[in-house]
């Protein structure tokens, strides 16, 4: 294994061919700035989520056990058409919070740029893709106007650490976008570990990864006790490009 120490700005990982295939996107250069948007989704989830009867399914599942509750557009699962990922009391409540929220909203923005520029024909096809099924199909409902992915999901509880998975659902040759959120020490836990590529990355809290979720084997390392760790992920449904 072999650790890739956070540096301020974007850094690409490229294969021997010179192909980009995961993008450290880090955080906006205003990082003071960029605090306050950190702190609010922090104590969004956390005031939000307090109390709520989470299914089994949004507990337990491969990644780990902790509230994982999605929201947006998605198709699989044996599905035969697109439909907004089905939700039910205080968890809905909860994530459409989020999707109004100010600090979310510009969380949203940030992957979307970020997304754009370092890889722009990647982007046009999630986007174009989305705004032709939401235009087509009136009834579902898009997350954000201003980020291309099709699905969010919230990493709850506190003290996220997802065991090695993928996200086979995803699109195969497409990106996930990984941003963790919390007051912890990157430098002693939370790095993001790609078994395939043999990487372990820091990733500080408001930093964005991109990653082929579908096809890498990822997960992250534990947290130190007393500390605090969350994680939002954007994602499209591989199905949703056929």
């Known amino acids: 294994m072999r650790l890739i120490p956070y540096v301020p700005g974007s850094r690409p990982v490229v294969d021997r061919q010179r192909r980009m295939m995961v993008l450290i ?76 929220n100010h600090s979310f909203i510009r969380l949203a923005g940030w992957v979307g740029r970020t997304f754009e520029t370092h890889n ?29 992915f099709a699905c969010m999901t919230v990493n709850c509880g506190g003290r996220v650490v997802c065991e090695p998975h993928g996200d086979f659902a995803n699109k195969p040759d497409g990106w996930c976008a990984v941003s963790p959120f919390g007051p912890f020490n990157y430098k002693t836990g939370g790095h993001i570990v790609l078994w395939d590529l043999k990487l372990v990355i820091e990733l500080p809290s408001g930093c964005t990864i991109y990653l082929p979720s579908a096809l890498i084997i990822h997960s992250n390392i534990r947290i130190q006790p007393g500390e605090r760790r969350y994680s939002v992920t954007h994602y499209s449904a591989g199905g949703l490009f056929r």
């Open 120 to 148: 722009a024909p990647m982007y046009q096809a999630y986007s174009s893709t989305l705004t032709s099924l939401t235009t087509a199909l009136p009834h579902l409902r898009r997350n954000y106007s201003n980020n291309p």
């Open 25 to 100: 996107a880090g955080k906006p250069r205003d990082e003071e700035g960029w605090v306050t948007v950190e702190k609010g989704v922090v104590d969004a989830i956390e005031r939000g989520s307090q109390g709520i009867s989470f299914t089994e399914k949004q507990r337990i599942h491969k990644r780990g056990r902790f509230p994982a509750p999605a929201v947006g557009v998605s198709h699989g699962g044996g599905e035969l058409a697109p439909g907004n990922r089905a939700l039910s009391g205080g968890v809905k409540t909860f994530m459409r919070s989020l999707l109004l």
